[in-house]
């Protein structure tokens, strides 16, 4: 449970975060020291538990099959400035 | 300079001694002269009051109240308290925004926080740091911090915040205010820019309880675009507020009293439960055998959620946007870096770790079995007392700077407040009195969906008492 | 050397349903850029999912239909990755507790033997946007119409043996969610999109190759080719001593090979956890028998009965049966005209999907209506008209809206059936053709078929054939 640098590295390549180097130290220090605080939950019995992943204990509504939302592309991509005939551009892509 | 109550401006609009539109711009003026040096606000708007005959009826008609910038306002900047969405100007409202609209409240501006949410100090803010009203070196606490000392200052009578691990409740505390978490799932949480999905709650900072309560029927309630939000019945909270208290079983759990609190905040506490005991309330020892996980139990499944929460910030479709251009790897990792603060970018890579291949079982799952066992702890309670009392946080306001090398020191600020997101049980802070010169709170947790009985207790403590209707000095510096 | 080729076909049917899995927003196909996208399908801070029952009760009849186990309680996970056409970072999706779980197809192949083919799993997710890198420069387009739209995923077991039998299990599953009606199957529009899991092993050994994935499958022709390559492509390797780097693989069908994917090069780790915005999805047991009773006949049923109760030919029946739209539109022309199944069979076969064909159209889109065409064949069985007439009405009925008995009468085309009236046009054809006659009566039958052609060409083909066979035989032997 001790983590690396490379650990760091490869979680911001996970992430799509860039750190530079300082920032890489800094967090590989404040990571180990979190760990530690998280590493408590060992200690405790968890046989036969069975994970909590809602405080509700409901389940899943289901929608009606009806479109309700219509056209507002030109609304929404007030948002961006990167938008061209009505696409949404990224650097290219190469497949 | 008068902090008036929703309920003193109730009766002032009916009385017609004032009017709303005079009452809108009676807190914008506050919040011009203020905010320069609390830094509560984000944006001031202006928002219209328009009068509709929907809201003729309405209770809540002509109040202002103050927004955290967490929540999506239609054609307001909802920045998050980011760089990521300083430009981000949001297309649709969030679904208690709406409620609230539509019962004829008006936003007086959207108030500061952490960056999404996380931190407990408000100094993750891209906006700069809040000031606590009561002494501007420090913290006001986090992440909704602004609209804690908007509501502490008189800035605002009433404000909507989020808590995801006691964000309303520990500002609250620290700021002299009352604020309540409601139910997971009492509130919707659609259009709340989401952190942490299974904890995150809106919720209301106010002045006292009886305001919470007249806000909370409005806000509350089943939202068919959320699918986690309860269709429990929402009740007229105002109607439970005069009961009776005697017979209330209080617990207090020895994980909480283990010495561990300073004796001057100790003494405070203690002289809450005896206003208590006075109306009649009995207290009982109890035990949460499992409430010291809780800290790390939230530090996985939080920053798990906000890790795969925050992967739509990428600048693509919305949102800060880096110039970065030679390939989608370097946009997207400039971008993200560019926009996001250091305490975000821990957690989102403390998450990403949690959940990555060959620790998702040894963490992750972990983490939700421990979280079991807490909410196991809570009901198995409830079956001996009906609400459960507790300091809200270890100290008063801490000061700016103080724990920002240090997370983990940050973290243990939520130490009384996480288990109830875990669990999802409503909680409320209320201020019990002052060291140094600093506000201090007490927490009452209730059950699910028992928040009438929150209010109703907190209710009856504010009848008795004055802490909550004290105003920091600063205030008198304004009129 | 001898090897054995594993395949595994995990098929994405794209389901066909109004609005999308998670939100309002249409799924009509086609639709300018942007415009069928809701804040949801955008990844907009604040936006909730909120499933969509139609999507949900697709699946459980997938499922059925395959006799699968239809989990009564279900997870959707989030499957986290950075790619612009998923706008949230994330694919909402199943992994551990899917809807659907085991179930079996069975396949027949060219040589008519049959093989059982285990399905393991099949889940719902939503689909991502399109990418388009030709638009722009330097800048890929991202059009998220698309994005949203619900996906069935379904997983074979890798019991697949060879390209031929994927072929085969790739059209049953198309057949298969055609006939539920949960998806048109178009392969052009990307409704059906099928990648393979390829790896070989030497002959009789247990332990799995390592397998490649190919992807960019989009018709059953392309499957095979795909996989016959892939195969050589792996064996080649193989037999050189080089390992199979476990990879996944784009099809290009221009050059007939396929290649490794460069942005899918780097190892993905998709970090799935139970997605926290949706609750677990639960359905009762009222639920599945509803559904269960609401099942369409099956094509292996369907083709039992055209053999057994309406006594076609085994082959006429698959052909028909093959096609839910043929099989409902031949079933809704029984429903006006049941004497002779195999006579509607018949012309199904040839005339219809000869227009069907040729016009390059979908039997919705056809111009005659089943009852129509139920009146045109009741007309050749009761010998009003010949065959040959019908053929020419047939035409006409393309394009005109006269009844068939309205077309009969104006145009005079009953069929002559009174002897007197057939008896003189023979008279006169072996009056003129008396060498004909001479030679039939030598032995040449042949030279009937000549005869029976001058007669009906006299009556402008109105007379009855075989009545006209007949008193032809008889004139002559007088």
Known sequence: ?95 | MKRHTVKELQNMIAEQSISSEEIYQLYLNRIKAMNDSINAFISIESDEISPSSEQESSEIKGIPYALKDIFCSEGDKTTCGSKMLANFVSPYDATVVKNLREKGTVILGKTNMDEFAMGSSNETSFYGNVHNPWDKERTPGGSSGGSAAAVAAGMAPIALGTDTGGSIRQPAALTGITGLKPTYGRCSRFGMIAFASSLDQAGILSISAEDAAIFLEHMAGYDQKDSTSSTEEVPKYTDFLNNDLTGKVVGLPMEFFDGSLDSKYQGLVSESIHAYEKMGVQFKDISLPNIKYSVPTYYVVAPAECSSNLARYDGVRFGHRSTENTDLDSFYKQTRKEGFGPEVKRRIITGTYVLSAGYYDAYYLKAQKVRQLINQDFLNAFEEVDVIMGPTTQQSAFKLGDKMDDPVSMYMNDIYTISSNLSGVPAISHPIGFVDNLPFGMQVIAPHFMEHDLLNIVHQYQMATDWHLQTPALCREFD | MSWETVIGLEIHVQLDTNSKIFSGASTSYGSEQNTNTSLIDLGYPGVLPVLNKDAVMMAIKFGLAIDAEISRRSIFARKNYFYPDLPKGYQISQYELPIVQGGSLEIKLNDGTRKVIGITRAHLEEDAGKSIHDKFNNETAIDLNRAGTPLLEIVSEPDIRSAEEASSYMQKIHQLVRYLKISDGNMQEGSFRCDANVSVRPSGQAEFGTRAEVKNINSFRFVENAINYEVERQIDRLENGNDIIQETRLYDPDKDETRPMRSKEEANDYRYFPDPDLLPLEIDQKTIDKIQKSLPELFEKKVIRYTDDLKIKQNDAEEIAKNMQIAEYFEATLNHFNNNPQLVTNWILSEVIGVLNRENMEINAFQIEPMQLASLLSRIEDNTISSKIAKNLFNQMLTSNETVDQMIKQQGLEQITDEGSINEYVAEVLNEFSDQKDQYLAGKEQVLGFLVGQVMKRSQGKANPKLVNELIINQIKK
């Open chain 1, 1 to 95: 449970m001790t983590i690396e640098k490379s650990d760091i590295e490869h979680l911001c390549g996970l992430s799509k975060l860039n750190l530079d180097e300082e920032e890489q130290s800094l967090f590989l220090n404040q990571m180990q020291s979190i760990l530690k605080m998280i590493k408590e939950l060992e200690e405790v019995d968890t046989e036969d538990i069975i994970p909590m992943a809602h405080p509700l204990q409901m389940s899943q509504r289901l929608r009606e099959d009806e479109v309700t939302e219509f056209n507002e592309r030109n609304k929404y991509q007030k948002n961006t400035n990167s938008s061209e005939d009505g696409f949404y551009k990224v650097p290219k892509v190469i497949d």
